[in-house]
């Protein structure tokens, strides 16, 4: 069976730019989440969509923005990018939104801001 | 809040002896934990977690980890080391009161297993 798969799996843009981020959860998975993960640090949570519902948001500016669609796919939208953004973003799914339910990630976008 | 500590950033140990990679967590009420490891040039991969109940989990690849509630902490082990377990490894916590399903990761440990 197919992992988490997402796409592209490295983008160049420059400052100001906007970025759309694509993810497909594996199969029969309801829960897709969004992080960021920056060059020598952990993962760091920005959203979680469940059942097409926003579940919960990190502290991440509103220029951060994602949905999730009635196959339970979803896209991060980054707007004005800073430099700051170049990180990996990495898309995790789980069966459920419940909260024992380990993540299972996908091989994450390499996101550079030139 | 939440947070996980990894004290160690690298660890250094020879093919077939035990390792251990060390986590302490806080948070409030009772813990979800999880580890996870990360190749390069990839995403993170699943280990183990604990729930509740045996405080010693065991997980994928000959991975397992001790929960120590008194001492907040919960700690990877592996009793033989390959060096194909050479990697990076984070350790997460999700609290039983959040509303939903956000992980907190530590800093990571990066595992050297020499021939």
């Known amino acids: 069976d197919a992992g988490v798969t997402q796409s592209p799996t490295h983008l160049i843009k420059t400052r100001g730019q906007h970025v759309t981020l694509r993810c497909s959860p594996i199969?029969?998975?309801?829960?897709v989440s969004w992080y960021q993960q920056v060059l020598g640090q952990g993962p760091q949570f920005i959203f979680q969509?469940?059942?097409?519902?926003?579940?919960g948001r990190g502290n991440f500016p509103d220029r951060f923005s994602a949905r999730q669609f009635p196959n339970y796919s979803s896209e991060l939208n980054v707007n004005a990018l800073l430099l700051g953004d170049s990180a990996l973003y990495l898309c995790?799914?789980?069966?459920?939104?419940?909260?024992?339910?380990?993540?299972?990630f996908g091989d994450g976008t390499r996101l550079s801001i030139l | 809040a939440q947070s996980v500590a990894q004290p160690e950033d690298q660890v250094n140990v020879a093919e077939g002896n035990p390792l251990t990679v060390k986590c302490t967590y806080s948070?409030?009420?009772?813990?979800?934990l999880f580890w996870y490891v990360q190749y390069p040039n990839r995403g993170l991969q699943f280990l183990l977690k604990?729930?509740?109940?045996?405080?010693l989990v065991k997980g994928s690849y000959g991975f397992e980890a001790e929960f120590n509630k008194s001492q907040t902490s919960f700690h990877l082990k592996k009793p033989s080391a390959l060096v194909s377990d050479s990697a990076l490894y984070f350790c997460?916590?999700?609290?039983?009161?959040?509303?939903?399903?956000?992980?907190?990761f530590g800093t990571g440990t990066r595992l050297l297993v020499s021939p």
């Open positions: 995790a799914s789980s069966l459920s939104g419940a909260r024992n339910q380990p993540q299972h």
């Open positions: 199969s029969g998975h309801k829960s």
């Open positions: 969509y469940y059942e097409k519902e926003e579940r």
């Open positions: 948070v409030s009420g009772n813990p979800y």
């Open positions: 604990y729930i509740t109940g045996d405080n």
């Open positions: 997460a916590v999700r609290g039983m009161n959040t509303g939903f399903q956000k992980l907190v």
